[in-house]
């Protein structure tokens, strides 16, 4: 079993950068891909991002590729999303969560994931 802990969020800025950190305890972390997920005010939550458990496969929804990078720390058990060029429409609550083997189901869908982290606000405003 996996606790994550999201980290890192805050108020910045359009145009602006913002790493997340998801930290794991428990056991086999980089046996679990993860992903990063956000929920808007006021709407569902969706899919962002998400990385193999050895950190060779990356995948991310069109609206923030080229911004965004998620990246993985597997001795130090993290999970991280490099924010960059943030826009107004990037605020949310973001989520980190877990998939373990035998990894079935859509990669964007919540019901895939295992674990889930308490979230962290990002907000984007001048």
């Known amino acids: 079993q996996l606790q994550l802990v999201e980290s890192g969020g805050g108020l910045v800025q359009p145009g602006g950068s913002l790493r997340l950190s998801c930290a794991a305890s428990g056991q086999t972390f980089s046996t679990y891909a993860m992903a990063w997920f956000r929920q808007p005010p006021g709407k569902e939550r969706e899919f962002v991002s998400r990385?193999?458990?050895?950190?060779?496969?990356?995948l991310y929804i069109d609206s923030v590729k080229g911004r965004f990078t998620i990246s993985r720390d597997n001795v130090q058990n993290t999970v991280y999303l490099q924010m960059n060029s943030l826009t107004p429409e990037d605020t949310a609550v973001y989520f980190c969560?877990?998939?373990?083997?035998?990894?079935?189901?859509?990669?964007?869908?919540?019901?895939?994931?295992?674990?889930w982290g308490q979230g962290t606000q990002v907000t984007v405003s001048s």
């Open positions: 990385i193999s458990g050895n950190g060779g496969g990356t």
């Open positions: 969560a877990a998939d373990g083997p035998p990894y079935s189901g859509a990669y964007f869908a919540t019901s895939r994931y295992d674990y």
